[in-house]
């Protein structure tokens, strides 16, 4: 921090002395246009000078093999240096990723940070259609009407037979609901008050090899909670990633506070860290953020055999993606596997505790609710015992996961495969009369035309109008504000529209996820639809590329 | 409000036998009522702004101009006759009549040609009225000499929608800005409407003015009962009765005759004038204050580009300097003061509201410092060194409206090299 300050002012007197050594000379007011001219070239020439000998010391810095990662080996002070102010908790020399680029949407209704006492219990689901790229019937081991124990597989892509599906609880296969061309939209079983574990082997850990490892992993059905970037599909046993990449914490709308979650988890988080460790012959990245006035939770900071990276900023800071992008770049070719926080814990329990238990702390949020909740349930919950008694009105509208990239669910239907958030909120399909000049209610807008963001700090009610119709690309620079990373999105969506396969990979679609893009297609003023665009050029490129 | 949408949908006329009255209803219902669409798959929540928004927004900027360019028609054409001439409030009456009448036919004709235009495509085409000529039918009145012909007005910005827009496939589509295009139309095919000295100032009366009994009561004034045979019209009879003095020539046209030292020395402008613009021109230009507050609004609430409009700025300045430094001699136009640029023509309505406009701007935040900074930089080779068009933004703009998509190649392509650079270096 003073390093940078010195630094500033070292060149501004260094630029500013050749001008005044050069004003001393002059005198006559005729000559005076040529007198300027004169020094700004001369002040040209030497920030140009400056400039070059400050990129030849990076080069040099970057081919003598130091790691910079985030270090500064520029004589100009990065402008985080200069006003990022870092929290007091982390010591100096922690380099912090500010991420300028991005809007944390002000909605109310997030919980408390207390458990509360709901049992979850009654249905819970499997859906393959959780999982991207999944083919839409999957080999099914389990009837309606049979019974199935906790870690059971249910059932497996017939293209990749080796990752199994697990049921999350015991109890009966009650239903296996179909949809279109009847494709499975989801397996119900109806949970047993007791719920019994499907019996697993004891694994030695200390003289296993990767491939035994995996093995294990795809037998007990904890591999479906490891995603692999590019394409955001469940990763592939037979790759090895080049770094793997854990978040710890969820900068989305009412997401739940992922250091609250970690309470009592801190042996299973490692135990889950350990075993990842061994599955790539990178590091793996701990994304912390850096933003809260507190620091973050114990588990997190005492992790071991990992590398933290600090992330400073509005969401999407919080998505892995951009976490990765800013860390270790995917290039094509890369494969970087990725996991929520709260999964590690799951892969931690089936070597601690011996089971598939894939409970997790679900935040039940949104304004339409009487009283927002923390409580605890397992993979595909049924939405009902969660928001049963709780809910203000009923033109509402129930989402699994956040109101940013969540799935509409029905209050029967069940929570998401990766999803450990509930958003409540209102079903807004009213006319309203000139509603695109004169909003009658607050709304949030990235938009600096409204007159709400002269309060800050003000929570606004989330509402599913889409405030317009849906335009051609007009507005431009929009979704750069809100992503940052070094991407420009509108030229990448508009490559998607034409099918255009080169550019969409020079573009860099391989580094985008939909759930990073969530945030523009709020922001577009056109209303356009950007998740399932890039979702449907991510697929065309992993079909046919 | 439930008894209103309850009458209109009584009222809606059927898609299928009149597709054309359907669109007109949708459009004039989406204005009304902000529609009850609910978000689908993807993001639940969506941002309050809308295109309808966005574009109303830059017109709401705009008429500070528009009531300033009301009362400077008036105002310029009663000092051509002699009359009202003790300052700003002499006559403010009579003025912003004069006015108001001469530049309400020029707005309902711009609208009804292109509104028009647009809702007929929109149903061929059987989407909805988009939102693109609120801002293009705003902007078309302000960019026009006063007297224009209507016909004239009514062939240019039919020739700037259809040609310019709809022929690209609609609001976001075009790749030269609209309201340009239908001044360039203008300029070309009929370059004696509006260029040189006399376009400027308005003499004429139509048909409102005698309705309003403006023309009898300005004869009066004057003395006179009716026309004088000899003159064919009152322009040619104006023009022969004006005072000493009086030449309706720009700032510009004097500045590229003899430098900044005509323009101050000729009666008629001091830089204050200038700068308030009680001077003629354009209908809506010549306030620089009134103008920068418009532009103001728009970089609150960030509808424009500040990048295209700081970059603009600099490259005007850097080419104005450059120019300064090639010559010492205040007679030629080489000589005038760069600053003493900003005074003289339409600079900031083109910074402002033409150059930011974002479909056919660069798209890139790079590639918009480049465009702004070429768009000032060629705006003053223009204006200065071409002995041919007194003013250069507008054709700067078009020009570099033009080269913005390759500008962008070159930002997009630099990204790319980039990310192939990463993959590389890794292997």
């Known amino acids: 921090m003073k390093n940078a300050k010195i630094r500033l002012v070292l060149i501004i007197s260094i630029l500013s002395s050749a001008h005044l050594a050069h004003a001393q000379g002059s005198g006559e007011l005729t000559t005076a246009f040529i007198v300027g001219f004169a020094v700004l070239v001369l002040v040209l020439l030497v920030a140009a000078v400056t400039f070059i000998a400050d990129n030849l010391m990076q080069i040099e810095a970057k081919n003598m093999g130091i790691n910079n990662q985030g270090a500064n080996f520029s004589v100009f002070p990065k402008l985080s240096e200069l006003f990022g102010e870092k929290p007091e908790y982390l010591d100096g020399n922690q380099p912090v ?63 990749r037979p080796e990752i199994k599906y697990a049921s999350p609880v015991s109890g009966e296969v009650v239903s296996i609901t179909r949809g279109e061309k009847r494709s499975i939209n989801e397996i119900v079983i109806l949970a047993d008050k007791e719920i019994s574990y499907k019996e697993i082997k004891e694994f030695d850990l200390k003289d296993c090899t990767r491939e035994s490892l995996i093995e294990y992993l795809l037998e007990n059905g904890v591999w479906p909670f490891i995603r692999q970037r590019p394409f955001d599909i469940v990763a592939d046993p037979k790759d090895t990633p080049k770094s793997i990449f854990i978040s710890t914490f969820d900068s989305a709308p009412l997401a739940p506070d992922l250091n609250f979650a970690m309470e009592g988890q801190g042996k299973n988080f490692q135990k889950g860290l350990d075993i990842l460790g ?200 929009q979704y750069e504000s809100v992503l940052p990373m070094d991407i420009y999105p509108q030229h990448l969506f508009k490559s998607i529209i034409v099918n255009d396969f080169e550019r969409m990979e020079g573009l860099g679609i391989y580094e985008l996820a939909p759930e990073d893009v969530a945030l523009c297609e709020f922001a577009c003023t056109s209303k356009q639809d950007l998740q399932s665009l890039l979702a449907q050029g991510l697929e065309t490129i992993r079909e046919q590329g | 409000m439930k008894p209103i949408l309850n009458f209109l949908e009584k009222i809606e006329p059927d898609k299928e036998k009149s597709p054309f009255l359907h669109t007109l209803f949708d459009g004039f219902h989406t204005f009304l009522f902000s529609p009850n669409h609910v978000t689908k798959d993807g993001v639940h929540v969506r941002d309050a702004m809308d295109l309808k928004r966005t574009m109303v927004l830059v017109v709401l900027a705009l008429q500070l101009c528009y009531v300033f360019g009301t009362y400077n028609i008036g105002h310029q054409h009663y000092l051509a006759l002699g009359l009202h001439t003790e300052g700003f409030f002499d006559g403010l009456g009579a003025k912003l009549l004069y006015g108001l009448l001469q530049i309400l036919p020029i707005f309902i004709v711009a609208h009804v040609v292109g509104l028009g235009i647009e809702f007929y495509f929109a149903a061929k085409k059987g989407h909805p009225i988009e939102e693109g000529f609120l801002v293009s039918g705003a902007l078309i009145p302000l960019i026009m000499p006063p007297d224009i012909p209507l016909w004239m007005l009514a062939l240019a910005v039919a020739f700037a929608v259809v040609i310019g827009k709809e022929a690209f496939g609609g609001t976001g589509m075009n790749v030269v800005n609209i309201a340009l295009l239908a001044r360039v139309f203008v300029f070309f095919a009929y370059p004696t409407e509006i260029s040189g000295d006399l376009c400027w100032v308005s003499y004429d009366y139509n048909l409102l003015h005698s309705i309003f009994g403006m023309q009898a009561g300005t004869l009066e004034a004057l003395g006179l009962d009716s026309l004088p045979e000899k003159f064919a019209s009152f322009k040619a009879f104006a023009l022969a009765n004006t005072p000493d003095g009086w030449t309706g020539a720009t700032p510009l046209g004097l500045a590229a005759k003899g430098g900044w030292d005509a323009v101050i020395s000729s009666s008629q402008y001091s830089p204050s004038q200038m700068w308030w613009g009680t001077i003629p021109g354009s209908i809506g230009e010549t306030c620089k204050p009134l103008v920068l507050l418009g532009t103001l609004m728009l970089l609150a609430t960030k509808i424009a580009s500040w990048r295209v409009m700081l970059s603009m700025l600099i490259g005007a300045v850097f080419t104005g300097f450059i120019m300064n430094i090639t010559t010492g001699d205040p007679t030629s136009f080489l000589g005038v003061p760069w600053q003493y640029h900003f005074y003289m023509g339409s600079f900031f309505f083109a910074m402002a509201f033409m150059a930011t406009d974002p479909v056919t701007a660069a798209s890139t935040n790079t590639g918009k410092w480049i465009y702004g900074f070429f768009i000032g930089s060629i705006g003053m080779i223009i204006r200065v060194l071409n002995p ?40």
Do not use: C
Request: proline residues 5%; hydrophobic residues 40%; without cysteine.
């Open chain 1, 97 to 159: 990723t500010l991420l300028k680029e991005g809007y944390d949407i002000p909605l109310a209704g997030a919980p408390a940070p207390a458990l509360a006492s709901i049992k979850v219990s009654g249905t819970h689901s499997l859906s393959p259609k959780d999982f991207v790229g999944m083919s839409p019937i999957p080999k099914i081991l389990f009837a309606e009407g049979e019974e199935v124990k906790a870690g059971d597989t249910l059932f497996f892509d017939k293209k």
């Open chain 1, 278 to 477: 061994k599955l790539t012959e990178g590091k793996i990245h701990l994304g912390l953020n850096a933003s809260m006035e507190n620091k973050p939770s114990s588990v997190f900071l005492d992790a071991k055999g990992v590398q933290k990276n600090w992330f400073k900023g509005p969401h999407p800071s919080g998505n892995v993606g951009i976490q990765i992008h800013h860390t270790d770049p995917i290039a094509k070719g890369d494969v970087v596997w990725v996991m929520n926080a709260q999964d590690v814990n799951i892969l931690g329990r089936l070597f601690n505790d011996k089971k598939y238990d894939t409970e997790r702390l679900v935040a039940v949020s949104g304004a339409e609710l009487i009283e927002p909740k923390y409580i605890k349930a397992k993979q595909g919950a049924n939405i009902e015992s969660m928001v049963k008694d709780n809910l203000a009105n009923d033109q509402i509208r129930i989402v699994s996961g956040d109101v940013l990239t969540g799935k509409k669910v029905e209050q029967t239907g069940h929570l998401g495969f990766f999803d450990d958030q509930v958003t409540v909120l209102k079903e807004n399909n009213n006319y309203e009369m000139f509603g695109w000049l004169i909003g009658m209610t607050p709304r949030p807008t990235i938009s600096k035309s409204y007159p709400q963001g002269l309060y800050k700090g003000l929570k606004m009610n989330a509402e599913t109008n889409t405030h317009g119709e849906h335009r051609a690309f007009v507005v431009t620079g």
């Open chain 2, 388 to 427: 041919a068009y007194p003013e250069g933004w507008m054709l700067a703009i078009l020009f570099m409206n033009v080269f913005a998509p390759l500008i962008d190649h070159y930002v997009l392509e630099s990204n790319i090299s980039k990310r192939l650079k990463r993959i590389t270096s890794a292997q």
